[in-house]
């Protein structure tokens, strides 16, 4: 079992940053994909970005360009840099991980956290 816990969120000006933390507890994270998810008011929870346990990165293209998925398996925590953010990209984040060879998908990851909101204001 793997436990997530995000932090990091809260409320931002339009063209500013954040910084969100995924720290994982009950098993070494470095053995599993990380990934980050968004679901905004009223709409579905959608893919964000992921990093593979081997380091290799993918990103939805509303996102590329503006952030940055990375993991630091000596603390086991995967981080989601966040930067130029937009009023649509106010949502709650949230963490997951898995093994799965499938990417973007919400079934490809078995643990998830609790979430994080993120307010970006115009």
């Known amino acids: 079992q793997v436990q997530l816990v995000e932090s990091g969120g809260g409320l931002v000006q339009a063209g500013g940053s954040l910084r969100l933390s995924c720290a994982a507890s009950?098993?070494?994270?470095?053995?599993?994909?990380g990934a980050w998810f968004r679901q905004a008011p009223g709409k579905e929870r959608e893919f964000v970005a992921d990093?593979?346990?081997?380091?290799?990165?993918y990103y939805a293209d509303f996102v590329k360009g503006r952030f940055t998925i990375s993991r630091d398996n000596g603390k086991n925590t995967v981080y989601l840099q966040m930067n130029s953010l937009k009023p649509e990209d106010t949502a709650v984040y949230y963490c997951?991980?898995?093994?799965?060879?499938?990417?973007?998908?919400?079934?490809?990851?078995?643990?998830w956290g609790q979430g994080t909101p993120v307010t970006v204001s115009s």
């Open positions: 997951a991980a898995g093994t799965s060879p499938r990417i973007t998908t919400m079934a490809a990851y078995d643990y």
């Open positions: 009950g098993r070494a994270l470095k053995d599993y994909n």
């Open positions: 990093i593979r346990w081997s380091g290799l990165t």
